[in-house]
Protein backbone atom coordinates (compact mmCIF):
# COMPACT_ATOMS: atom_id res chain seq x y z
CA UNK A 1 0.00 0.00 0.00
CA UNK A 2 1.21 3.38 -0.58
CA UNK A 3 -0.49 7.03 -0.08
CA UNK A 4 -4.14 8.16 -0.10
CA UNK A 5 -5.91 10.32 -2.55
CA UNK A 6 -9.12 12.35 -1.83
CA UNK A 7 -11.33 13.45 -4.51
CA UNK A 8 -14.31 15.88 -3.51
CA UNK A 9 -15.79 18.06 -6.34
CA UNK A 10 -16.63 21.79 -4.87
CA UNK A 11 -20.18 22.05 -2.92
CA UNK A 12 -23.35 23.60 -4.74
CA UNK A 13 -22.49 26.84 -6.69
CA UNK A 14 -25.16 29.84 -7.50
CA UNK A 15 -24.77 28.30 -11.08
CA UNK A 16 -25.28 25.06 -10.45
CA UNK A 17 -28.35 26.38 -8.48
CA UNK A 18 -29.74 28.05 -11.04
CA UNK A 19 -29.11 25.29 -13.48
CA UNK A 20 -26.83 27.12 -16.01
CA UNK A 21 -22.89 25.93 -17.83
CA UNK A 22 -20.28 27.12 -15.90
CA UNK A 23 -17.50 25.81 -17.06
CA UNK A 24 -14.75 28.23 -16.42
CA UNK A 25 -17.27 30.85 -15.13
CA UNK A 26 -16.30 31.73 -11.50
CA UNK A 27 -19.42 31.94 -9.70
CA UNK A 28 -19.54 31.58 -5.43
CA UNK A 29 -20.69 29.24 -3.38
CA UNK A 30 -24.42 28.41 -2.21
CA UNK A 31 -25.70 28.56 1.13
CA UNK A 32 -26.35 24.69 0.65
CA UNK A 33 -22.78 24.58 -1.31
CA UNK A 34 -20.86 26.20 2.07
CA UNK A 35 -22.96 23.81 4.10
CA UNK A 36 -21.62 20.54 1.72
CA UNK A 37 -18.08 22.01 2.37
CA UNK A 38 -18.11 22.05 5.59
CA UNK A 39 -19.78 18.81 5.98
CA UNK A 40 -17.23 17.04 3.98
CA UNK A 41 -14.56 18.51 5.71
CA UNK A 42 -16.59 17.14 8.85
CA UNK A 43 -16.93 13.92 7.71
CA UNK A 44 -13.15 13.88 6.94
CA UNK A 45 -12.34 14.59 10.55
CA UNK A 46 -14.72 11.91 12.05
CA UNK A 47 -12.31 9.79 9.80
CA UNK A 48 -9.12 11.24 11.19
CA UNK A 49 -7.94 12.19 8.43
CA UNK A 50 -5.21 14.37 8.15
CA UNK A 51 -3.49 15.65 4.74
CA UNK A 52 0.46 16.19 3.62
CA UNK A 53 -0.86 18.96 1.03
CA UNK A 54 -3.60 19.93 -1.05
CA UNK A 55 -4.55 20.85 -4.49
CA UNK A 56 -7.77 23.01 -6.45
CA UNK A 57 -8.66 25.05 -9.18
CA UNK A 58 -8.16 28.61 -9.38
CA UNK A 59 -11.71 28.95 -9.64
CA UNK A 60 -13.73 30.13 -6.08
CA UNK A 61 -16.27 27.82 -5.55
CA UNK A 62 -13.41 24.81 -5.69
CA UNK A 63 -10.40 27.34 -3.96
CA UNK A 64 -13.32 27.54 -0.96
CA UNK A 65 -14.62 24.21 -0.84
CA UNK A 66 -10.79 22.98 -0.11
CA UNK A 67 -10.63 25.92 2.40
CA UNK A 68 -14.01 24.54 4.18
CA UNK A 69 -12.42 21.00 4.12
CA UNK A 70 -9.00 21.99 5.48
CA UNK A 71 -10.61 24.25 8.29
CA UNK A 72 -12.73 21.08 9.24
CA UNK A 73 -9.84 18.96 9.84
CA UNK A 74 -8.00 21.27 11.12
CA UNK A 75 -5.86 22.47 8.97
CA UNK A 76 -6.73 25.62 7.85
CA UNK A 77 -2.29 26.39 7.02
CA UNK A 78 -2.24 23.40 5.03
CA UNK A 79 -0.24 23.89 1.77
CA UNK A 80 -2.82 24.60 -0.92
CA UNK A 81 -1.42 24.28 -4.94
CA UNK A 82 -3.89 26.31 -7.27
CA UNK A 83 -3.43 25.43 -10.65
CA UNK A 84 -6.25 25.93 -13.88
CA UNK A 85 -5.08 22.54 -15.19
CA UNK A 86 -7.63 21.22 -12.23
CA UNK A 87 -10.47 23.36 -13.43
CA UNK A 88 -13.77 22.50 -14.74
CA UNK A 89 -13.38 21.88 -18.26
CA UNK A 90 -14.44 24.93 -20.89
CA UNK A 91 -18.29 24.19 -21.96
CA UNK A 92 -17.71 26.98 -24.74
CA UNK A 93 -20.67 29.00 -25.67
CA UNK A 94 -22.54 26.71 -23.68
CA UNK A 95 -21.26 28.61 -20.69
CA UNK A 96 -24.03 31.28 -18.91
CA UNK A 97 -26.65 29.22 -20.45
CA UNK A 98 -29.25 27.57 -18.70
CA UNK A 99 -29.38 24.09 -19.24
CA UNK A 100 -33.52 23.52 -19.86
CA UNK A 101 -33.00 26.24 -22.27
CA UNK A 102 -30.49 24.37 -24.20
CA UNK A 103 -32.50 21.46 -24.36
CA UNK A 104 -35.39 23.90 -25.93
CA UNK A 105 -33.12 24.69 -28.45
CA UNK A 106 -30.67 21.78 -29.39
CA UNK A 107 -32.92 19.51 -28.05
CA UNK A 108 -32.35 16.62 -24.92
CA UNK A 109 -30.00 14.82 -26.81
CA UNK A 110 -27.65 17.11 -28.08
CA UNK A 111 -27.23 18.40 -24.75
CA UNK A 112 -26.87 15.08 -23.05
CA UNK A 113 -24.16 14.55 -25.79
CA UNK A 114 -22.34 17.58 -24.66
CA UNK A 115 -22.61 16.87 -21.48
CA UNK A 116 -21.82 13.95 -20.82
CA UNK A 117 -19.85 11.95 -23.58
CA UNK A 118 -16.34 11.53 -24.01
CA UNK A 119 -15.15 12.98 -27.12
CA UNK A 120 -17.72 15.59 -28.17
CA UNK A 121 -16.92 19.09 -27.22
CA UNK A 122 -19.66 21.84 -26.56
CA UNK A 123 -20.25 24.12 -29.19
CA UNK A 124 -17.58 26.93 -29.50
CA UNK A 125 -13.96 27.25 -30.30
CA UNK A 126 -12.41 26.59 -26.59
CA UNK A 127 -15.60 24.15 -25.70
CA UNK A 128 -13.75 20.90 -24.16
CA UNK A 129 -15.19 17.80 -24.26
CA UNK A 130 -14.51 14.99 -21.13
CA UNK A 131 -11.25 13.55 -23.48
CA UNK A 132 -10.07 17.52 -23.72
CA UNK A 133 -10.29 18.18 -20.17
CA UNK A 134 -8.73 14.95 -19.46
CA UNK A 135 -5.61 16.10 -21.48
CA UNK A 136 -4.72 18.93 -19.09
CA UNK A 137 -5.84 17.12 -16.12
CA UNK A 138 -4.29 13.80 -16.27
CA UNK A 139 -0.53 14.86 -16.99
CA UNK A 140 -0.78 17.42 -14.16
CA UNK A 141 -2.20 14.53 -11.85
CA UNK A 142 0.56 11.76 -13.08
CA UNK A 143 3.58 15.03 -12.75
CA UNK A 144 2.30 17.05 -9.44
CA UNK A 145 -0.11 14.67 -7.19
CA UNK A 146 0.63 10.94 -7.73
CA UNK A 147 4.27 11.07 -7.02
CA UNK A 148 3.34 12.72 -3.51
CA UNK A 149 0.98 10.05 -2.92
CA UNK A 150 3.38 7.16 -4.05
CA UNK A 151 5.78 8.80 -1.09
CA UNK A 152 3.09 7.81 1.24
CA UNK A 153 1.04 11.35 1.83
CA UNK A 154 -2.26 12.01 1.59
CA UNK A 155 -3.25 14.38 -0.55
CA UNK A 156 -6.38 16.67 -0.74
CA UNK A 157 -7.61 16.79 -4.31
CA UNK A 158 -10.76 19.53 -4.44
CA UNK A 159 -11.71 20.99 -7.68
CA UNK A 160 -14.94 20.43 -10.24
CA UNK A 161 -18.03 17.54 -12.06
CA UNK A 162 -15.32 16.99 -15.30
CA UNK A 163 -12.17 17.22 -14.05
CA UNK A 164 -12.73 15.21 -11.27
CA UNK A 165 -14.16 12.76 -14.01
CA UNK A 166 -11.71 12.34 -16.22
CA UNK A 167 -9.37 11.46 -13.23
CA UNK A 168 -11.68 8.87 -11.74
CA UNK A 169 -12.37 7.62 -15.56
CA UNK A 170 -8.58 6.78 -15.20
CA UNK A 171 -8.94 5.24 -11.76
CA UNK A 172 -11.56 3.41 -12.31
CA UNK A 173 -10.31 1.79 -15.41
CA UNK A 174 -13.73 3.33 -17.15
CA UNK A 175 -14.10 3.36 -20.70
CA UNK A 176 -15.51 6.31 -22.89
CA UNK A 177 -18.83 4.25 -22.24
CA UNK A 178 -19.30 3.41 -18.87
CA UNK A 179 -17.72 7.44 -18.38
CA UNK A 180 -21.25 8.68 -19.54
CA UNK A 181 -23.32 7.48 -17.02
CA UNK A 182 -20.94 8.75 -13.79
CA UNK A 183 -21.85 11.71 -11.52
CA UNK A 184 -20.39 13.29 -8.99
CA UNK A 185 -22.35 14.84 -5.90
CA UNK A 186 -21.23 18.13 -4.86
CA UNK A 187 -18.86 17.61 -1.24
CA UNK A 188 -18.90 13.64 -1.19
CA UNK A 189 -15.45 13.06 -0.71
CA UNK A 190 -14.42 9.68 -2.52
CA UNK A 191 -11.11 8.28 -0.87
CA UNK A 192 -8.73 6.33 -2.75
CA UNK A 193 -5.74 3.99 -1.50
CA UNK A 194 -3.50 3.39 -3.90
CA UNK A 195 -0.39 0.66 -4.10
CA UNK A 196 3.03 1.24 -4.89
CA UNK A 197 2.57 1.07 -8.51
CA UNK A 198 -0.47 3.99 -8.66
CA UNK A 199 -3.19 1.17 -9.35
CA UNK A 200 -6.13 1.78 -6.86
CA UNK A 201 -6.19 -0.85 -4.05
CA UNK A 202 -9.55 0.39 -2.53
CA UNK A 203 -11.95 3.38 -2.91
CA UNK A 204 -14.57 4.47 -0.49
CA UNK A 205 -17.18 6.86 -1.64
CA UNK A 206 -18.44 8.99 1.51
CA UNK A 207 -21.77 10.33 0.94
CA UNK A 208 -24.72 9.24 -2.23
CA UNK A 209 -24.09 10.53 -5.47
CA UNK A 210 -27.05 10.44 -6.81
CA UNK A 211 -27.54 13.83 -5.49
CA UNK A 212 -25.10 15.07 -8.98
CA UNK A 213 -25.99 18.55 -10.54
Known sequence: MSGT???????????????LFTGWKDPDLTEQGVTEAIDAGRILAERGMKFDIAFTSVLQRAEKTCRHILDGVGQSDLETIH????????????????????????????????????????PGDEGESLRDTGARVWPYYMTEVLPRVLSGKTVLVAAHGNSLRSLVMVLDRMTSKTITKLNLGTG????????????VASKEVLGDMSAAH
Open 188 to 199: IPMIYQLNADSA
Open 83 to 122: DQALNERNYGDLAGLNKDDARKKWGEEQVHIWRRSYDTPP
Open 5 to 19: LVLVRHGQSEWNKKN
